[in-house]
C-alpha cells in the first residue's frame, strides 16, 4: 500500500523556521514528482510547492518563494519542506501529495498542522 | 485569491444531478489538464477526476468531467449523502508556473 506521512508541524514564532517532512513507502519514490499543498483553516486548498522525481526542477507558488525550499532524499524515500520567516498566514495544515503518472495528486498524506502566533 | 474560479456551493435531493463550473483562463484551463479533488471536512483531499474526464479507479461512475475552453465542469448525477463534500478544480498555469486550485465549492445533500 502507497503511504505519506507528514511530520514536523508545530507552534512557532513570526520569522521562525520549521522543517516539514514526508515520509513515503510502498511506491518507487525517486520516479515520482511530490508535491506540498496547504489549506488553512477553513479554507480552500493551496498549491505550495513541487519537485521533480531527482530533484533537479522546483516550482514554488509566489506566496512562499525565497522563503520556503523544497527537497528529497530518494535514498530515504523522504520529502521536505524548509520553511523560514514564517508568517500568520503560513498557518495551514501542509499535505505532501505523490503526482500521478496520469496527471493528478492520486495520494495524499494525513497533513501536519502548522501554527504562526507569538 | 484562486485564478480559477467556482460557485461557492450547490446543493441538491438525492438522486439529483448537481453540477460544478470552474472558470480560467487560457494560461491554464486553455492550455492545461484540469484535475478535480473531492475532500471531506477533516480529511485529505481525493483525487475524483484526472486529465479532464478520467476517473481514477474506485471513483464511481456517477462522477464526471468535462472541459470547453477555458471553462470546466464537474457533474455528479444520482446525488448520494456521502457525496456531501467540497470539491475543487485544478490545472497548470503557464503565466504563473504554479498549479492552481479553484476556490472550491461546497455540496449539501439536501
Known amino acids: 500500500e502507497v503511504q505519506l506521512v507528514e511530520s514536523g508541524g508545530g507552534l512557532v514564532q513570526p520569522g521562525g523556521s520549521l522543517r516539514l517532512s514526508c515520509a513515503a513507502s510502498?511506491?518507487?519514490?525517486?520516479?515520482?514528482?511530490m508535491h506540498w499543498v496547504r489549506q488553512a483553516p477553513g479554507k480552500g486548498l493551496v498549491w505550495v510547492s513541487r519537485?521533480?522525481?531527482?530533484?533537479?526542477?522546483?516550482n514554488y507558488a509566489d506566496s512562499v518563494k525565497g522563503r520556503f525550499t523544497i527537497s528529497r532524499d530518494n535514498a530515504k524515500n523522504t520529502l521536505y519542506l524548509q520553511m523560514n520567516s514564517l508568517r500568520a498566514e503560513d498557518t495551514a495544515v501542509y499535505y505532501c501529495?505523490?503526482?500521478?503518472?496520469?496527471?493528478?495528486?492520486?495520494?495524499w498524506g494525513q497533513g501536519t498542522t502548522v501554527t504562526v502566533s507569538s | 485569491q484562486s485564478v480559477l474560479t467556482q460557485p461557492p456551493s450547490a446543493s441538491g435531493t438525492p438522486g439529483q444531478r448537481v453540477t460544478i463550473s470552474c472558470s480560467g483562463s487560457?494560461?491554464?484551463?486553455?492550455?492545461?489538464?484540469v484535475n478535480w479533488y473531492q475532500q471531506v471536512p477533516g480529511t485529505a483531499p481525493k483525487l475524483l477526476i484526472y486529465?479532464?474526464?478520467q476517473r481514477p479507479s474506485g471513483v464511481p461512475d456517477r462522477f464526471s468531467g468535462s472541459k470547453s475552453g477555458t471553462s470546466a465542469s464537474l457533474a455528479i448525477s444520482g446525488l448520494q449523502s456521502e457525496d456531501e463534500a467540497d470539491y475543487y478544480c485544478?490545472?497548470?498555469?503557464?503565466?504563473?508556473?504554479?498549479?492552481?486550485f479553484g476556490t472550491g465549492t461546497k455540496v449539501t445533500v439536501l
Open positions: 501529495a505523490r503526482q500521478s503518472r496520469r496527471d493528478g495528486m492520486d495520494v
Open positions: 510502498g511506491l518507487t519514490f525517486s520516479t515520482y514528482w
Open positions: 519537485i521533480s522525481g531527482d530533484g533537479r526542477s522546483t
Open positions: 487560457s494560461s491554464n484551463i486553455g492550455n492545461n489538464i
Open positions: 486529465i479532464n474526464n
Open positions: 485544478a490545472a497548470w498555469d503557464d503565466s504563473l508556473n504554479a498549479y492552481v
